[in-house]
């Protein structure tokens, strides 16, 4: 059974880091482009990074140059390191990866952003 489990989320502070995990269960990650994204309260579920299979990262522009996505193949796993943390980055954050019909989510993990 294929699974993603993200991991890393918290509470932090206006500036401050994380580091989130999506840990692939039952499919060799290397070989599936993987893409983070988040989702507020009231809001609908955004893209806001994403790693080819090629290892080509692509970010959303708030995020730029703050977030960066990579990948740990021999721990089948992929993270997103946030940095300068806003308030407006609290969401709620999914990893998913190109597998199956739909798409293959994890359970999302929750970060707040907040003094």
């Known amino acids: 059974q294929v699974r993603l489990a993200e991991s890393g989320g918290g509470l932090v502070q206006p500036g401050g880091s994380l580091r989130l995990s999506c840990v692939a269960s039952?499919?060799?990650?290397?070989?599936?482009?993987v893409g983070w994204y988040r989702q507020a309260p009231g809001k609908q579920r955004d893209l806001v990074a994403g790693?080819?299979?090629?290892?080509?990262?692509n970010y959303e522009d708030s995020v730029k140059g703050r977030f960066t996505i990579s990948r740990d193949n021999a721990k089948n796993t992929v993270y997103l390191q946030m940095n300068s943390l806003k308030p407006e980055d609290t969401a709620v954050y999914y990893c998913?990866?190109?597998?199956?019909?739909?798409?293959?989510w994890g359970q999302g993990t929750q970060v707040t952003v907040s003094s």
């Open positions: 039952g499919l060799d990650f290397r070989v599936f482009p």
């Open positions: 998913k990866t190109d597998y199956g019909p739909a798409g293959t």
């Open positions: 790693i080819s299979r090629g290892d080509t990262a």
